[in-house]
């Protein structure tokens, strides 16, 4: 499973990186092959405030749909839109193309309660 | 087991029109429809319906349907659903009656009373209720019914606002938790046990006067029943917390043990599962809820009351929840679950139950013998739910079912089974039909282990492979593309 | 007679095969004192004595010539329709989650929707609901869905059964309700709710109405006839986001009120908020064309608590009679019987006007329904037309003192409409 260092993690499988003054979100490489071929995303509505761990976004597959949790809090100030007509890059680059929003943190010292590359690692390999 | 299909490529109806082609005439009157609405009224463009004469029309449903299989045709032993034999008599009966409006003077329709106030008598009977309402279209509308009565109970005794819980198992139908939520509720899980009945140490520590009810079914989607049902209830009811239970498994134990007994507090019935009116594709069904006196005033409007020798409709409800539809209910399924009760009779009823058990248990065993694995191996009722052999997926074991002629299991529900195959064969099947779903599956299994690649192509015989379902749901085309 | 095909052999190598001796076994891990209840009921009857037990109930009732409305009409029915939709392929399957085996019932599924689509003008619809009532709540709801907001006007020539319903609905998830009438649209709502033709019959032009709504941001949700949309414009013409309806008229019987079913359809923007099924197209690996179930995330078996409905069941059968009968008449034969309607109920109105006392409600243009003013009590005046063999003049105390409800249908003959009229004439 790949697992960048560049970035942190949830618990829930969303990562979150930093760039620009903004934190980008997605999911992991994990997620995305548990989830299967990614159907729809359904995207939060710009200018949405959300608080850490409020599910925001839901990833749709065939047989499922998964809750996606914001993993810091703030404002939604971006969505791919790629991914309305190219749901399939969430598989193909969980983390690059595969990216879902934006979000303009409130507080970036949120980032350090997530869990680093390795611990993160550590988890999968527990949940395995 | 086999049937009929036709070669090619399909047709849609609307591939099948020609400009200017007409079907059926109906009556005609001459008239100007400019005089009558205006111009600024009327359509435009007329709609896009196929323009095929009758032969056509029938040609393509006949052949149609000869793309299709149904209880008429093959075992289908779909979990939850009691796919039984539709007995023909009950068509025959319900056309008597197709002819009544809603509207007329009940003095019109005392007949037709009679029948929903008889069968509303039959069903408080078998399920151990006071009070019904036949209103609800369907299972999933009575759970929604039952559990606004609910809502409306707890509300006129004013503690509402601190009851926003329901507990369901984790191994409910979806429908429960998404009733729940239309019902204004939030959902809560309770986990099962290693034997597969619900958890009642974690359950009771779920109890208390934030919870309004907890949703189960009895026996359960695993096809075990819950054998410590009478302290579940007395815990929940001690803690102010109404029982709803959902109707769908009453197959297994109509006659035998009543859901009132077991102390639920509120019951929906699917007719169109245990009273053996047909599926129909997807419905109509029908979902009677049955209450104990606490909560009969809350039951929507009208209800069927009798005087004497009359009936009537009652209105004059002021605690109902109002109504969950319009007219009375569905009528025609209520003709049929009257017949099929009348057929029966209380041990005919019972020895379907019983036969019903007698059949899953028999098939659970065959089908153990074939390598599959049951992990909740209890006292099987009208259900259970079996694992392939190891590596195998219960999808692949599904389609290669069909090129057997049969129709397959509900697969991967309840969620609390890996791969897990939930079948429910109903009491209308015979030995030798279980004898030979076992012997198929045991083949599938067998060649599936040994020639991986054929199982993952499995179905071959049926008129399309299998579907791309990414495709579908990624540009959903949901409309004849007629441009 | 159960229908179990066991014999006593069968049932004693059974038992003996699960180290059991009697059925009663099968049930002994089960509470004792839940066991055996007494419960009564009539003793079984053979088909033959059911059927003519039956024959008795029926013939307790009267049916007559109709002229009711309310959303059910007594309207023709091709026999083709009985023929193929009761095919035990169609009548004894479920829902087609194989779906291999159930292109039947999925491309049927699959035209019905093109179907209503095309009748009400929008661009997509599911595979069926309930009735128009709960049809009208799942709508309304889907429009709160798509605002985020909670409240909802719905004008007063609703259906009262439509609004009762409505209600009902709301009330559970913490809606409000505001009546309306005319043009006017409340702040804050979420959607708007008109009927087209409305519960008096009168066809009226909505579309300012749904600019009110899009001005406030609102979703403008029309309950309609599918039979009077075959002539008349249809909702998606006139600015309407959702139509619901109930399908009755087409193809399906009168039944005391059900089983029938309920449509919907939308714009395509509003597709992912859907409840219930759809039927989508497809091809399989080998590039054949099918169909099968799409956007299943939305429903209650993938989603659960957060489906956008409960809906499982609908109203599968009757969808198919409905479509059908829309095969069967064409596009040319549904309008036939849709101005053969109208002008059978404008000449039902006319002859009626003529009796004394009795002044108009509803006024032109309408469809097939219309309301009128008596000078006596209606209860009355329907149960003397009843005795008389027709059904009309339901009450609807709400709209008028001795206000009540008449329809016509294409099936009623000139002599049959003034057979009604002179009896009504009589009772009035």
New interface residues.
Partial sequence: MNVPSDRRYRDTHEWAKLEDGLVVVGITDYAQSELG?V??VEQPELGREVEAGEAVAVI?S??TASDIYAPVSGEIVAVNDALAEH??KVNEDPYGEGWLFKIKPKDPAELEALLDAEAYKKLLAAEG | MSYCWPEG??P???ERAKEG???????????D?EA???P?????A???????S?LE??R???N??????????TF?P?GS?T?????R?L????A??????????P??????L??MYALGE?LK??T?MDAITLQP?????G??TGM?VI?AYHKDRGELDQRRVVLVPDSA???N????????FE?REVPSDADGEVDLEALKRELGEHVAAIMLTNPNTLGL?E?R??SLTEAAHAAGVQLYYDGANLNA?M????PG??GFDVVHL?L?KTF?T?????????GPVGVKAHLAPYL?VPLVEKEGDRYRLDFDRPKS?????????????L?RAY?Y?????????K??A??S???A??LK?KLKEKGFSVPFDG?TMHEFVAQPPAGLKALDL??AL?DKGF??P?I??PLIVKEALMIEPT?????ETLEAFAEALGEIAARGQEDPDWLA?A?YT?????????????K?????PFD | ??????TEE??R???G??GLER??D??A???H?????K?????????DA??R????????????R?F???????H?I?A?VD???????????????????????L??I??Y???I???TGL???N??L?????ALAEGVLLALRATRRMRVAVDRRV?P??R??L???L????ATLVETEGDEVPDGAGAVVAQYPDFLGE?R?LAPRAEAAHAKGALFVVATDPLA??????PG?FGADVAVG?GQPLGN???????H?GFIAVRGKL?RQLPG??????????G?????L????R?????????K??????????A?RAA?A????????????A??T???A?RLYQLLLEAPGVRPLTR??FFAEFALILSKNP?EV??KL?ERGF?GA?PIPEYGEHAA?FAAT??L?EDEIEAFARAFWEVV
């Fill in positions: 071929d159907v729809y749709e065939v047989k749901p399939e | 490529d399909f849609l109806i609307f082609r007409r079907g059926t005439r109906p009556p005609r009157v001459e008239a429809p009558l609405f205006g600024e009224l009327l359509r435009e007329p709609p896009r319906l196929p323009e095929v009758e029309v029938v393509h449903y006949t149609l349907s000869r793309r299709q299989i149904g209880v008429n045709t289908y779909l659903c796919m039984k034999y539709n007995p008599a068509e025959a009966a319900a008597r009656f197709s002819d009544l409006h809603p509207y007329q003077d003095a019109s329709f005392q007949g037709a009679a029948l039959y009977a078998i151990g279209a369907a299972g999933a509308h759970e929604l606004l809502r139908h979806g429908s938790p998404a009733t729940a939520s239309m019902a204004g959902v029943f054998r049902i009478l134990i006659g035998w043990v009543r007994d077991m699917n169109h053996a047909p599926h129909g594709g997807g419905g109509p069904g029908a929507p929840i109002g109504r969950v539809r319009s007219f009375f209910g569905n009528f025609g399924v003709v017949v009760i009348r057929m029966l009779g209380l041990e005919g009823l020895r379907a019983a036969l058990v007698l059949n248990r028999y065993e006292p599904a389609k069909l129709h397959p509900t991967y529900f009491e209308t099947e015979s030995k192509g179905p049926t008129p399309v492979g299998r579907l791309d379902e990414v495709k579908a749901n990624r959903p085309v949901l409309t004849y | 007679m159960d229908f179990a095909p066991h069968e049932i190598a059974m038992l095969a699960l059925l009663e099968l049930y891990h089960l509470d004192e839940l066991l055996n209840p419960i009564t009921l009539p003793p079984p009857m053979h088909e059911v059927l037990h039956v024959e008795a109930l029926a013939k307790k009732n009267q049916p007559g109709v009711l409305g309310g959303g059910v009409r007594d023709f091709p083709i023929e193929l939709a009761s095919r035990g392929e169609f009548l004894t399957a479920y829902t087609p989650y194989q779906a291999e085996a159930s292109q039947g019932i491309q049927a699959f035209e929707q093109t179907m689509a095309e009748l661009d997509v619809a595979a069926s309930y009735d128009g009532a709960s259906h059964e439509y009762q319903v209600r009902t609905y009330d559970a998830v913490g066809v032009d949309v075959a002539l008349l414009k249809p013409a109930e019987p009168m039944q005391l009120g059900g089983p079913f597709l099924r759809l039927a989508g197209l497809t091809t399989d690996h080998a054949r064309r099918g169909f099968v799409a956007l299943s995330a429903e209650q078996h993938i989603r659960r608590a957060k489906a409905s409960n809906i499982t069941t609908n109203s599968q059968n009757m198919l059908i829309l095969s069967a008449l064409g596009p040319e034969g549904l309008k036939e019987m101005l053969a109208a002008a059978n404008r032109p243009p209860e329907r149960r009843a059904h339901y409800l294409e099936r003959t």
